[in-house]
């Protein structure tokens, strides 16, 4: 899953990345308001992290620009501002989180997993399709009880299809959620973490997983 942080203070923001990376995210940052406005629009990412106080742009006026535009990603209010009005604010506004500095990462781990959970209509800390199980917090799939050996970019992938079960996704959407901003579109990469997803599901099952709908993209078969 993809995250993109909003916070000047570089140090903070350089360190949530590490150890949200660390956690089995991918994350871009910003470090300017203008800067993390374009990117949210322009970019697809599973929850933004966006901070308050930011040296050129409130971030509360951040989070009305991106509710105005249509842009239903998770966000999590990240402040040292701990006034109740505004956080009722952010919420009201359309927040869908708060966490007041300074916080653990593994608060702020858990709270993503959980927004991204929620946007996704689930409750359960769990993907359950059928024979298949996946652990988003541990980051283990298995089909039958028996754990699938998906090297992290084969999860990722796995993850987010998943996720969106039962639509069908493109190749760009998925990229634009298991990589960050360094990827390449025009490399082969994606195509081959895709055949060898394809193969380890198809092995442990018995049958095609990993359904490819022509001229559209992915989906899971519904007979997991």
Do not use: W
């Not at 991106?66 to 506004?93: F, Q």
């Not at 195509?191 to 599901?201: G, I, N």
Request: glycine content about 6%; some cysteine; hydrophobic content about 40%.
């Amino acid at each position: 899953m993809r995250l993109l942080i909003i916070e000047d203070n570089i140090g903070l923001a350089n360190s949530m990345k590490a150890g949200l990376e660390k956690a089995g995210f991918h994350v871009d940052v910003s470090y300017t308001g203008a800067n993390g406005e374009e990117k949210a629009y322009v970019n697809g990412y599973d929850a933004i992290l966006l901070d308050l106080n930011l040296p050129d742009k409130d971030g509360i006026e951040i989070l009305k620009y991106l509710r105005k535009s249509n842009i239903e990603t998770p966000v999590i209010i990240i402040t040292a501002r701990d006034e109740i009005e505004e956080r009722a604010m952010g919420l009201d506004l359309g927040a869908d989180d708060y966490l007041t500095k300074p916080f653990q990462l593994l608060e702020l781990r858990a709270r993503v997993q959980a927004v991204i959970r929620r946007f996704h209509g689930r409750t359960s800390p769990l993907i359950t399709l059928g024979r298949l199980i996946i652990n988003p917090a541990a980051r283990k799939a298995e089909i039958d009880g028996k754990s699938l050996e998906l090297v992290p970019k084969e999860f990722d992938i796995l993850e987010y299809i998943a996720s969106c079960y039962p639509a069908v996704v493109s190749s760009e959407e998925i990229a634009e959620h298991v990589y960050n901003e360094e990827y390449d579109p025009f490399s082969s990469v994606l195509r081959v973490h895709l055949t060898r997803l394809r193969r380890k599901l198809s092995n442990a099952a018995g049958h095609d997983v990993l359904i490819t709908t022509r001229g559209k993209g992915y989906s899971l078969n519904e007979k997991i």
